[in-house]
């Protein structure tokens, strides 16, 4: 059920993405001439960002699975609902303040830096890593993901879920690398109006699966790892 939560939030999620990152893979760089090679290296950057995002769930999923080892994962479940709800009533125009913190700031520096110098690089190879280290920008709902992975119990079940949330955004920024300028400005602030939804969704079942209180798959009695019995019934 994990998995499948993680696909969908990763879909819904990549509707934001158009806005944050589709002005990326618009403007990548052509790798050789033809159709092929135009949709392979879009396809590459795709598979870079998803790159990223299952070394962040494996690093997530191990973090998460010590805090569980601990007997605390009905806290770490409702401390990361509430964290969402607290972000979403952040006014969104406030929260653009969270990107000036030196170290955040720092990483976005360092990390556009290194992109716009593969920019200038006409491998299929220089695509690849242009969408690992797009992988790696702050992303809200990339967070959202992370929160999931960290509730999985390990590294590898941490992993699988945000390979989940890849592949959840893959079909809709390919079609942005295709596509995008025929996806008007009002149809994608319509989408991404629905996402703080989604979002607030996702927390509150974090805090009802903390609160422990016996509701299948809803709210079910924590023993062991939290996602120990449902990840196990996924692969």
């Not at 290194?114 to 690849?128: A, D, E, P, T, Y």
């Amino acid at each position: 059920m994990e998995l499948w939560t993680a696909l969908i939030i990763g879909f819904g999620g990549s509707f934001h993405c158009i806005g944050m990152c589709g002005p990326i893979a618009l403007a990548l760089p052509v790798s050789g001439a033809g159709k092929i090679q135009f949709i392979s290296g879009r396809i590459l950057y795709n598979f870079g960002r998803i790159i990223s995002y299952i070394l962040m769930g494996a690093l997530f999923g191990y973090l998460g699975g010590k805090v569980i080892m601990y007997g605390l994962q009905r806290i770490l479940s409702i401390s990361l609902g509430l964290i969402i709800l607290l972000f979403l009533l952040i006014p969104p125009g406030k929260r653009m303040y969270l990107a000036s913190f030196p170290a955040v700031k720092m990483r976005i520096i360092i990390l556009k830096d290194l992109m716009r110098k593969l920019f200038s690089v006409n491998s299929k190879l220089s695509l690849l890593f242009i969408g690992i280290l797009n992988g790696f920008l702050p992303c809200g709902f990339v967070y959202v993901g992370l929160a999931q992975a960290s509730m999985a119990g390990d590294y590898l079940n941490g992993s699988l879920v945000m390979l989940m949330f890849g592949l959840g955004t893959f079909p809709v920024m390919t079609a942005v690398s295709f596509l995008g300028k025929l996806i008007s400005l009002n149809f994608r602030r319509k989408l991404k109006r629905t996402l703080p939804y989604m979002a607030g969704i996702l927390a509150i079942i974090f805090i009802l699966r903390g609160l422990n209180l016996g509701i299948p798959y809803l709210s079910p009695k924590l023993e062991g790892g939290l996602y120990h019995h449902t990840m196990m019934h996924c692969h």
